[in-house]
């Protein structure tokens, strides 16, 4: 009977790894759509043989592990393209607005004033004595006046809703850190069990993918399987179940926008990439520089047409006197 039984038993194990073997299989095709889901694989082995009468027979099979199939580089690599899908798609996001803050392509804008306040000049310039040609001059110096003015406010509004999104972005850069952690330790917990952590890994996957979306970062996985988590050159972000908080402290020296700091420390010129670096580089680089553009236009404007208008003379017959006040 007992050799009866031993191939009963056999039958019943290899039913059994059959059996989480087609459940793996249908878990893979269910999820086949599903974002982070990595493939898993059943590995199977012999169980431990049994001697009998001086021979070594075997006992069945049984499930060894339930493995992820990933790529270690290739994972790195797509941490690395999330992290410049974020600085770019944040850059263009600033790029649209600060685009419709200068419509000139549509015959709009500053370029659209400045042709019809040359004109008006123009106009009077055929008919100094024209009091139409002198008011409507007026209208379009004014109009002019208020477009450059309305451009530089915009400009202005835009770089603070980008300060707005840089401080909503370090506080998504906190949540998920946090996340992390905490799958750091879910992790941990269920592969000293001995149990197949394998979608805590891809759930943990998943939120450092949009961790790097926001922020550059660089990882570590422990013997524990715990990642830590590392930003600017070196700062710990994450460390297995415990994080360090970013945190946005406005600068007296960049007209109180904020600066990211790490437990004190100004970061700001250490982040490289995610959409943290995009915001930043907008804010602090692209816009200051086209305020800078737009001040030296108005300013060279207003000389330049001073110039002019004060070589001639006005219906009393003075001269040397300014156009833009």
């Given at each position: ?57 075997g ?49 709009q ?6 042709t ?32 450059f ?41 269920a ?21 790097a979306r ?50 004190g ?5 250490l982040?490289?990439n ?25 300013a ?26």
């Open positions: 009977m007992s050799g009866l039984t031993s191939i009963f038993d056999i039958g019943k194990l290899s039913l059994l790894a059959s059996q989480r073997a087609l459940q793996v299989v249908s878990q893979n095709l269910a999820n086949a759509n599903t974002p982070g889901y990595s493939r898993q694989e059943v590995i199977l082995e012999q169980t431990a043989p049994t001697g009998v009468n001086g021979f070594q027979t006992t069945g099979v049984t499930i060894a592990q339930v493995r992820r199939l990933v790529n270690g580089f290739l994972e790195n690599q797509i941490t690395v393209s999330q992290q410049d899908l974020g600085r770019l798609q944040a850059q263009a996001d600033s790029y649209v607005r600060l685009g419709g803050i200068f419509p000139d392509s549509n015959d804008g500053i370029s659209k004033q400045l019809e306040f040359f004109n008006a000049f123009r106009n009077v310039a055929g008919n100094p004595q024209g009091q139409t040609e002198r008011t409507v001059l007026l209208a379009q110096a004014t109009a002019l006046t208020a477009q003015n309305q451009t530089a406010a915009d400009l202005v509004q835009v770089r603070k809703d980008l300060n707005t999104q840089v401080s909503q972005t370090i506080t998504e850069v906190n949540t998920l850190a946090a996340q992390v952690a905490m799958l750091n330790g879910k992790v941990a917990a592969e000293t069990s001995g149990q197949a952590a394998n979608d805590l890994r891809d759930q943990r996957g998943q939120l450092l993918n949009e961790l926001r922020i550059e970062i660089h990882t570590f996985e422990d013997p524990t399987g715990q990642v830590q988590v590392f930003v600017g050159r070196g700062s710990t972000l994450v460390e297995r179940i415990g994080t360090v908080a970013l945190a946005g402290v406005p600068s007296a020296d960049n007209s109180g926008f904020l600066n990211v700091t790490y437990q420390a100004d970061i700001t010129s982040i490289g995610g959409a943290l670096s995009g915001l930043l580089a907008t804010r602090d680089g692209a816009i200051p520089d086209i305020q800078n553009r737009l001040n030296v236009l108005t060279s404007l207003v000389n330049a047409v001073n110039q002019a208008h004060a070589a001639g003379f006005a219906l009393d017959g003075t001269t040397g006197n300014n156009f833009f006040g």
